[in-house]
């Protein structure tokens, strides 16, 4: 079964508009982390933001924050006032406590194009 | 001062050939992963390396041998290349001290690896 779900494929936003970008997640475990990468078109992987199962508060990162809600298993990334830097895909990702093998599980992305 | 360095940075080479990909982080962590994008952008762990010990080997076929010298390197190496091993290849590292219930280690990614076996 899919551990991480992004149903949205690609998006385009207008410059200085906030995105939403959609993930939900799978899992039995209480404890477990969820992470936002971003690929850009020269191809690394940029570690964003951050989420744990027990945080009550929901990360914010610059203009980068989650909206983390549990009882959906939604761990939604929003980015505000978007730049045409941010145009690249984003990976929604989850790393369960159990079994402890570290791995990260990644959704299929979803690729954001910002207008001008 | 890259954090997590990969070379070589494209590798294009013949089917059956043995290939080397070599990765080194300067963070201190202990836990060093290597995964694979395919063309649809879908990533997926192949090995993780937790203080020079093999933790996950996920299905990949035995012509993928990941190898360890020190807890700062993780070197993949590739026999008799097949078409359908053409991607991007990522190494990656977090700090993980290996006790249960952690899960909020972020992993370091390196630039990639683009194989293509022609």
């Known amino acids: ?116 | 001062d890259t954090a997590v360095s990969q070379t070589p940075k494209y590798l294009v080479t013949q089917m059956g050939n043995d290939k080397s990909i070599k990765c080194e982080q300067n963070l201190g962590h202990d836990t060093m992963y290597w995964y694979k994008q395919d063309s649809k952008k879908f990533l997926k762990i192949m090995f993780s390396y937790n203080n020079k010990e093999l933790i996950i080997n996920e299905t990949v076929p035995n012509r993928f041998s990941p190898k360890s010298p020190d807890k700062a390197h993780l070197n993949l190496h590739i026999n008799s290349l097949e078409l359908g091993d053409s991607a991007v290849y990522f190494c990656a590292s977090s700090q993980d001290k290996g006790l249960a219930g952690l899960a909020g280690d972020t992993q370091y990614f390196g630039p990639g690896t683009r194989l293509t076996v022609l």
């Open chain 1, 1 to 116: 079964a899919q551990k991480i779900t992004q149903t949205q494929p690609g998006m385009f936003v207008q410059e200085k508009e906030a995105v939403t970008l959609d993930c939900t997640y799978d899992t039995s475990d209480q404890s477990y982390g969820l992470f936002w990468y971003k690929q850009p078109s020269s191809g690394e992987m940029i570690f964003l933001i951050y989420q744990g199962s027990y945080d009550e508060q929901n990360a914010t990162e610059g203009r980068y924050s989650l909206n983390f809600q549990k009882a959906r298993k939604s761990a939604n990334l929003v980015i505000s006032a978007s730049q045409l830097g941010d145009s690249a895909m984003y990976f929604c990702a989850m790393r369960e406590a159990f079994p402890n093998d570290y791995k990260l599980s990644f959704g299929a992305g979803t690729t954001v194009t910002v207008r001008a």
